[in-house]
């Protein structure tokens, strides 16, 4: 399975690198969101540094939302899909290695955000492995989720617009999870904040699972 797992992984990866769609078009969309944010609350600077956590989270996911789409619109042209369904491959493979391709492209796109928000927003990183550990575990939570509701509406019309339609709900426990760990890693108070980062860990391991067991179905009923 793993090693299906980095097949796919790799092959979605240099599909992007030969593309530079997340290089030109989401890095630019995250980018961007975060200065809007900045020249919104600047006046109450305050308020700008106790949101700082929510608005980094709320820009990850939206910029993760085009990523996703990216990802499933992937397997949409040329009849990749087919080619996956036909092939040997297995679909928890398939599944682990597309989610794999669009966490990568997450935490590089989250690292550079990360000095966007130290930069514009003057955040002072304090608990530096849990801000890691929360990246990570959303990262992953994120990913497996995002892939297997990817693979849920392929082949809809409107799988553009329903796909955040029926994420962004279920991703609201991630969000929270997130933030309020990285609110206790800004705020001096790591403790507080590693309960949150089991609660993104259980939710990456149930949509792990459930995707790897339910991807061959969604795969075959696509």
């Known amino acids: 399975?793993?090693?299906?797992?980095?097949?796919?992984?790799g092959r979605d990866l240099r599909v992007e690198a030969r593309s530079r769609v997340t290089l030109q078009q989401v890095g630019p969309f995250a980018l961007?969101?975060?200065i809007l944010f900045a020249f919104a609350l600047d006046p109450a600077r305050q308020t700008l540094e106790r949101a700082t956590p929510g608005l980094y989270w709320v820009t990850v996911l939206f910029s993760a939302l085009l990523a996703l789409a990216r990802s499933a619109?992937?397997?949409e042209a040329d009849g990749v899909r087919d080619a996956l369904r036909l092939s040997a491959l297995e679909p928890a493979g398939v599944?682990?290695?597309?989610?794999?391709a669009v966490a990568a492209e997450l935490l590089a796109l989250e690292v550079v955000l990360g000095i966007g928000?130290?930069?514009l927003y003057?955040?002072?990183?304090?608990?530096?492995?849990l801000l890691v550990v929360t990246c990570v575990s959303a990262t992953a939570a994120i990913a497996t989720t995002g892939t297997l509701y990817g693979a849920l509406v392929s082949g809809l019309r409107v799988r553009e617009t329903l796909l955040p339609l029926l994420l962004l709900p279920v991703?609201?426990?991630?969000?929270?999870?997130?933030?309020r760990a990285f609110e206790a890693a800004l705020g001096g108070a790591p403790a507080e904040g590693w309960p949150w980062c089991g609660l993104l860990a259980a939710f990456a391991v149930l949509y792990s699972v459930?995707?790897?067991?339910?991807?061959?179905?969604?795969?075959e009923g696509s």
């Open 1 to 9: 399975m793993w090693r299906d797992a980095a097949l796919v992984a």
């Open 32 to 34: 961007l969101v975060l």
């Open 73 to 75: 619109a992937l397997d």
């Open 95 to 100: 599944f682990a290695g597309k989610a794999l």
């Open 117 to 119: 928000v130290i930069i």
């Open 122 to 129: 003057g955040a002072e990183p304090a608990g530096i492995g």
């Open 171 to 179: 991703l609201a426990p991630v969000l929270l999870g997130a933030t």
């Open 210 to 219: 459930a995707g790897a067991a339910a991807y061959g179905t969604l795969l």
